[in-house]
């Protein structure tokens, strides 16, 4: 079967582009593979006209929006291979299916990258968050911790204490320069000692950063990509 265009990724960019090509009279088939960065999220907020609304609920409105084009196509599925060229692109697919398309849109997304503390993968999108702007509004102002991973750790321990007070656990990672101990005070941020041994679920809402030291602190959580945040 053949399309004008396949958009390989399903979710909110790969929906928005096929809607422009879908309203082009274009021929159109999206695949999508049912694993969207924001199915961990119990809400999605900075999102006008949609604050606050289940982030599977949006994509499925606008997936049913966007078929009511009588010019697009649906498959469920994982692309394993494109090849050929434009005009000719050939698309297979996990389960042997393939599709020939003059275009190709990429909107695979990307992957979020956890750190490797025991316990944050269960807690993942439920107790740890990973976007201030996303969620640092609803942990209020409570106390905000950061768990470096790497010397990036510094954006989030300077950024963060328009949230809240901050403290940044170093976690063995990296240590700062007199310069970057300066402008941590400047912002206020606390700074902590020592690596992380696990992240403990406490109770319905809360979770427990453990100390390989056996120290522990009782905080909310939350989380990025390259450094680890706790909201207390």
């Known amino acids: 079967m053949s399309f004008d265009a396949v958009v390989i990724g399903g979710s909110y960019a790969g929906m928005a582009a096929g809607l422009k090509l879908a309203r082009a009279r274009r021929k159109i088939l999206l695949i999508d593979a049912g694993q969207p960065r924001n199915r961990f999220a119990s809400h999605s907020h900075g999102f006008l006209t949609q604050d606050g609304a289940p982030p599977a609920e949006i994509a499925a409105e606008a997936r049913s929006q966007l078929m009511e084009y009588p010019t697009v196509e649906w498959r469920t599925g994982r692309v394993e291979t494109v090849t050929g ?96 101990l300066a402008q941590l005070k400047a912002r206020g941020t606390h700074i902590e000692y020592g690596a992380a041994a696990r992240l403990d679920s406490q109770t319905e809402v809360g979770v427990e950063l453990v100390m390989q030291d056996g120290r522990g602190f009782h905080w909310w959580a939350y989380s990025s990509r390259r450094v680890f945040t706790l909201a207390r």
Not at 114 to 133: D, S, T
Not at 144 to 156: D, F, K, P, Q, R
């Open 85 to 180: 060229e434009p005009d000719n692109f050939l698309v297979a697919l996990a389960d042997g299916s393939s599709y020939q398309a003059r275009r190709i849109i990429l909107a695979a997304g990307v992957t979020d990258e956890l750190p490797g503390l025991p316990g944050l993968a269960e807690l993942w999108g439920k107790r740890v968050f990973h976007c201030p702007y996303c969620h640092g509004y609803e942990l209020g102002k409570e106390g905000i911790g950061v768990l470096a991973t790497s010397e990036l750790a510094m954006h989030h321990g300077l950024m963060l204490p328009d949230w809240g007070a901050t403290t940044l656990f170093l976690n063995d990672a990296f240590e700062p320069n007199a310069e970057q």
